[in-house]
Antibody, heavy 123, light 110 residues
C-alpha cells in the first residue's frame, strides 16, 4: 500500500523558514516524480512544485519560485520542501503527492496523497 | 498561471446527472490531454477521479466520466448519489511546465 507521510509543519513568523519532509513507502520511490500541492484554509488546491524521479529536474509555481526549494533523497525514500522567506499567503496545508506513472515528470495526475502538514505564517 | 475556471457551486437531486465544466486556454486544457479531476470531501485528502481527460483509475465508479472540447473540459456524474456531495477540482498540465488547478466546484446533492 502506498503511504506518504508529511512532517515539519508549524507556526513560523513572516520571513522565517521551515523544512517539510515527505516519507514514502509502498512503491518504488526512485521511479516516480513527487509533487507538493497546498491548500489554504477554506480555499482550493494550488500546485507548488515537482521533482523528477532522479532529482535532476525541478519545477515551481511562480508564487513560490526563488523562496521554496524541492529536493529528494532516494536512499531514504523522502522528499523535502525547504521554505524560506515565508509570507502570510503561504499559510496552507501542504500535501505531497505521488504521480500515477513513471516517465513524464509532470502531468498533474496525482494518484496518492499524504494527509498533509499545516504551515501557518503569522506574527 | 491563472486558475482554471469552474462554477463555484452546483446542485442536483439523487439519480440525476450533472456536469462540471473547467475552462482554460490553449496553453493548458486546450493544448494537452493532461486534464485530471479530483474529489475532496470535507476534511479529507483529494482523490483522483479522472485522468488524461477521460480515464478512470481502478476503483472509481463508472458513473464518473470526463471529456474535453477545445479549451473546456467536463466532468459528468450520472446517477447522482448522496456520497457524491463534495468539492471537485480540475487540473491541467501547462505549457510552462507547471500544473494549474481550477477554483473548485462545491457539489450539493439535494
Amino acid at each position: 500500500e502506498v503511504q506518504l507521510l508529511e512532517s515539519g509543519g508549524g507556526l513560523v513568523q513572516p520571513g522565517g523558514s521551515l523544512r517539510l519532509s515527505c516519507a514514502a513507502s509502498g512503491f518504488i520511490f526512485s521511479s516516480y516524480s513527487v509533487n507538493w500541492v497546498r491548500q489554504a484554509p477554506g480555499k482550493g488546491l494550488e500546485w507548488v512544485s515537482v521533482i523528477s524521479s532522479s532529482g535532476d529536474k525541478t519545477y515551481y509555481a511562480d508564487s513560490v519560485k526563488g523562496r521554496l526549494t524541492i529536493s529528494r533523497d532516494n536512499s531514504k525514500n523522502t522528499v523535502f520542501l525547504q521554505m524560506n522567506n515565508l509570507r502570510a499567503e503561504d499559510t496552507a496545508v501542504y500535501y505531497c503527492a505521488k504521480v500515477l506513472r513513471g516517465g513524464r515528470i509532470l502531468t498533474g495526475v496525482f494518484d496518492s496523497w499524504g494527509q498533509g502538514t499545516l504551515v501557518t505564517v503569522s506574527s | 498561471q491563472s486558475a482554471l475556471t469552474q462554477p463555484a457551486s452546483l446542485s442536483g437531486s439523487p439519480g440525476q446527472s450533472i456536469t462540471i465544466s473547467c475552462t482554460g486556454t490553449s496553453s493548458d486544457v486546450g493544448g494537452y490531454n493532461y486534464v485530471s479531476w479530483y474529489q475532496q470531501h470535507p476534511g479529507k485528502v483529494p482523490k483522483l477521479m479522472i485522468y488524461d481527460v477521460r480515464n478512470r483509475p481502478s476503483g472509481v465508479s463508472n458513473r464518473f466520466s470526463g471529456s474535453k472540447s477545445g479549451n473546456t473540459a467536463s466532468l459528468t456524474i450520472s446517477g447522482l448519489q448522496a456520497e457524491d456531495e463534495a468539492d471537485y477540482y480540475c487540473s491541467s498540465y501547462t505549457s510552462t511546465n507547471t500544473v494549474v488547478f481550477g477554483g473548485g466546484t462545491k457539489l450539493t446533492v439535494l
